[in-house]
């Protein structure tokens, strides 16, 4: 029966951020190992040993190069097992979800030693599997028909309909319909204007004469919300990866801000070195540099608090807020994927700003919006 049933959005979305978040996470730990040697991965080790709580630890800077260099195989196993178990997932294999969930706890510590945002999100995909309606669709029941069911029931708990909007002539003026007239050329002389006897309170509102009104009284229009249905799960989809990635940037702003005062200096001495003749062409100081960052970082800042705020409209139906949320998501992520030439890791905000934008160009979503438009 339900062995024809299309796989569900989450599950999708599930096996997508496995599969893209294990390679990145195989290639963040080898980058790591192979930068175990270098002089500035050896004095941040060398740092971090001289803080608590590793302060008083008596760890060495190769007793904790040692350490890191297992996490990091650890992780990678890990990783690339769950790259080649992400592939089982979109043919429904139980085992694969039991072997992922197995290899959470390692890809936790694992990431520890490599970027931190990346385990997590393989995690995150992990955990997807054993939520609805992708539970379903691993049980083999028809998840499409329970999932409607339970976002209908949710919708009428939080939307009540009116009391006496389904019944003509419940509420509300114009509501009854007035019963068709006479025509006066048929009507007795002496009663030229005579009504049915049967409806005496069938004359509109604003009617005195007893004259029908000059037009039916059409009935009260359906709300948009009840003509549109229920919320797509893919724009639900679409606005949570939103919030969730423009949290996490402005997370990563608050943090580049705060570093920037003591970094400033190497940043100036690097970019004398690397770029001295844009250096000498725009004049550039240390507090120039400083002041031009803050204000990029500012600008990014901006830019992803609009994204929130967007997500929110999309989600409460507008629709212009949707199509400039897509337009949006896809220039920022192709900006990403320039800086990402430079910081790879960026890769997985690449792929999430990517799912983002298909999910709100979905045909369901552009229809749910189709009677605001």
């Not at 019963?179 to 005579?194: D, E, F, L, N, T």
């Not at 709300?223 to 996490?248: E, F």
Request: proline share 8%.
């Amino acid at each position: 029966m339900s062995q024809q049933e299309s796989r569900p959005g989450h599950a999708t979305l599930a096996g997508v951020l496995i599969i893209v978040g294990s390679i990145v996470l195989v290639l963040s730990a080898w980058e790591r190992i192979a930068a175990l040697h270098t002089l500035e991965v050896q004095e941040e080790l060398g740092r971090i040993i001289a803080d608590p709580p590793f302060a008083d630890a008596g760890i060495t800077i190769d007793g904790l190069s040692a350490l890191v260099r297992v996490l990091c195989l650890v992780g990678a196993g890990a990783a690339a097992a769950a790259t080649i178990l992400g592939f089982q997932v979109f043919k429904r294999s139980l085992s694969a979800r039991i072997a992922l969930t197995a290899l959470s706890p390692l890809l936790l510590i694992g990431g520890m030693a490599t970027a931190g945002f990346l385990a997590p999100m393989v995690v995150a995909g992990i955990a997807l599997l054993w939520l609805q309606p992708t539970r379903d669709w691993y049980a083999g029941r028809p998840w499409r028909e329970r999932y409607e069911a339970r976002r209908a029931e949710r919708l009428a708990r939080t939307r009540p309909s009116e009391p006496g909007a389904d019944r003509p002539g419940a509420g509300g003026p114009g509501a009854e319909r007035p019963v068709q007239a006479v025509p006066a050329a048929s009507q007795p002389q002496g009663q030229p204007h005579a009504q049915p006897h049967a409806q005496p309170h069938a004359q509109p509102q604003g009617q005195t004469d007893g004259r029908p009104a000059p037009g039916a009284h059409p009935a009260p229009a359906a709300p948009h919300d009840a003509v549109r249905g229920p919320r797509p799960q893919a724009l639900v989809m679409a606005c949570v990866l939103t919030w969730v990635a423009s949290s996490t940037a402005l997370a990563g702003l608050a943090l580049v801000a705060a570093l920037l005062p003591s970094q400033s200096e190497t940043l100036y001495d690097e970019m004398s070195a690397e770029q001295p003749a844009l250096v000498e062409a725009y004049q550039l100081t240390e507090a120039s540099l400083v002041g031009g960052l803050y204000v990029l970082i500012a600008g990014l800042a901006v830019w992803a608090v609009a994204a929130i705020v967007l997500a929110g409209l999309a989600f409460a139906g507008r629709n212009w807020a949707r199509i400039t949320l897509a337009v949006s998501a896809a220039c920022a992520g192709c900006l990403c994927l320039l800086m990402a030439l430079g910081a790879w890791p960026l890769v997985m905000l690449v792929a999430v700003l990517a799912v983002s934008t298909w999910l709100l160009l979905r045909a369901d979503v552009a229809a749910w919006f189709a009677p605001r438009r």
